[in-house]
């Protein structure tokens, strides 16, 4: 279910971390490589849809924060790192989809975001500066109405005013570049109906580029000009 392979020449490589179900998260943090999905067992030990392998040998670490749902996005800033998915709870503490964790103990901390979910889950995170941008399935974030899609400060939690989307929009993607925020998914922006848009990453105003293509949005990037 996760695998490496050569970024040349696409030769599978031996490293095997041995998911026993999907993996849909995969993010590398220093010599760490962290999984999230919906497996129980990670090189054949237990783990709650989330666990960190070394970059090299694909050997299984102590990391294991203890979850009742799976993961399926990670962002990282110093010592913590942000995961988000469908988890209502996170060792044992209630924390709705998105929480913060220590990287080296899995210790859970209080930063506490107070999403509002639709039966859905935060499907990704994106880190800039002090700024955690997410993409779901959510319509308040810290008491204030968001349609799939917010900000919040890396250290309070608290909502920034980037709003990007009016009401029954669900977010599935994110990707920062030049000065934009790009979103995906099903969205409704200033009254224009699209599923990829581009915003200003503070105010969260439409910067008039919509593409529609036919079919649902999933992860996507961006790099320079594309």
Not at 25 to 48: C, D, M, N, W, Y
Not at 50 to 62: F, P, Q, S
Not at 165 to 187: I, R
Request: proline share 4%; charged share 15%; no cysteine.
């Amino acid at each position: 279910h996760v695998a490496a392979v050569d970024a040349i020449t696409g030769v599978l490589d031996t490293w095997d971390p041995g998911a026993d179900n999907d993996v849909w998260a995969i993010k590398t943090h220093e010599s760490r490589v962290f999984v999230g999905g919906q497996f129980t067992t990670l090189g054949g030990l237990p783990r709650s849809g989330v666990g960190a392998v070394d970059i090299n040998t694909g050997l299984v670490d102590a990391w294991a924060p203890e979850l009742d749902f799976w993961v399926k996005a990670f962002a990282f800033s110093g010592d913590s790192v942000f995961i988000g998915g469908s988890f209502y709870t996170v060792n044992g503490t209630d924390r709705e989809r998105v929480a913060a964790l220590d990287v080296n103990t899995a210790v859970l901390f209080g930063w506490d975001a107070d999403l509002n979910l639709i039966g859905s889950e935060v499907r990704d995170l994106e880190l800039v500066g002090n700024t955690l941008y997410m993409a779901g399935g959510f319509n308040s974030v810290g008491g204030l109405p968001r349609a799939g899609f917010a900000a919040v400060d890396k250290s309070t939690a608290l909502p920034t005013d980037w709003d990007p989307t009016d009401t029954l929009s669900t977010g599935y993607g994110l990707a920062m570049t030049q000065g934009f925020a790009h979103v995906g998914g099903f969205l409704n922006v200033a009254g224009q109906v699209g599923k990829m848009v581009s915003t200003d990453p503070l105010s969260g105003a439409s910067q008039n580029w919509i593409v529609d293509p036919y079919g649902s949005i999933g992860d996507f990037d961006a790099a320079g000009n594309i």
